[in-house]
């Protein structure tokens, strides 16, 4: 059955990094364009960054840039988060969207950035 699983996140204090990965199962990521998204409960989810199904093109939002990488492996089936100086407005659930002529959500990993 396909799936994207999401994993590294956790606590982390402000001015910290975190990399979370999100790895597919039963399809190969690379005709997908794979975006993450974030959640809190008083928001509606909201485009962190894209990358485009051969890596060539990636896109983050304002909020992210220059703190946040997206990046993938197509050979490992997995795409990257690379999130550096995190800010306690950070604090979400991230999920994982794989996007083709289908599309997969993850189930989300919590990211909460506090000292």
């Known amino acids: 059955q396909e799936h994207v699983v999401e994993s590294g996140g956790g606590l982390v204090q402000p001015g910290g990094s975190l990399e979370l990965s999100c790895v597919a199962s039963g399809f190969t990521i690379s005709k997908y364009a794979m975006s993450w998204y974030r959640q809190t409960p008083d928001k509606e989810r909201e485009l962190v960054a894209v990358?485009?199904?051969?890596?060539?093109?990636?896109v983050v939002e304002d909020f992210a840039k220059g703190r946040f990488t997206i990046s993938r492996d197509n050979s490992q089936n997995t795409a990257i988060l690379h999130m550096n100086n995190l800010k306690p407005e950070d604090t979400a659930i991230y999920y994982c969207l794989a996007t083709s002529d289908q599309f997969y959500w993850g189930q989300g990993t919590q990211v909460t950035v506090s000292s």
């Open positions: 990358i485009s199904p051969d890596g060539e093109t990636a």
